[in-house]
């Protein structure tokens, strides 16, 4: 079974940044895509940013200028940073592994961002 792991989150001031970690283990298969969700308080969860095992990046709209993703395929790691910190960027944060052969979607527990003063 594929097991994803979150490190990172916490309590941040508005204008900080932090870095979100997470590390993906068991039997992944070599095309996949690994991404950074976070669901708001009473909202749906929406997708931050993703990577592809070839490179491949997305990004939303609200982090796009103020996010560098990046990935190891090696260790099955992703980082995510995440600059200017806004208040409204709080929420908890999920590691998502897309298997593209089977199109299992493995998550994270989340870790919880508070950006705050």
């Known amino acids: 079974q594929v ?3 979150e490190s ?3 309590l941040v001031q508005p204008g900080g940044s932090l870095v979100l ?3 993906a283990s068991g ?3 070599s095309r ?7 669901q708001i308080l009473g909202n749906e969860r ?3 940013a993703t990577v592809t095992d070839e490179g491949v990046t997305t990004t939303a709209k609200f982090v796009k200028g103020r996010n560098a993703i990046s990935r190891d ?3 099955n790691t992703l980082r ?6 806004k208040p409204e960027d709080t929420a908890v944060y999920f590691c998502n592994l897309h298997d593209l052969f089977t199109r299992e979607d493995y998550w994270g527990q989340g870790t919880q961002v508070t950006v705050s003063s």
Not at 32 to 38: A, L
């Open 3 to 5: 097991h994803v792991e």
């Open 8 to 10: 990172g989150g916490g």
């Open 21 to 23: 970690s997470c590390e």
């Open 27 to 29: 039997p992944i298969s």
């Open 32 to 38: 996949n895509v690994m991404g950074w969700y976070r």
């Open 46 to 48: 929406e997708r931050v």
């Open 73 to 75: 395929n090696a260790a």
């Open 80 to 85: 995510l940073q995440i600059y200017n910190l």
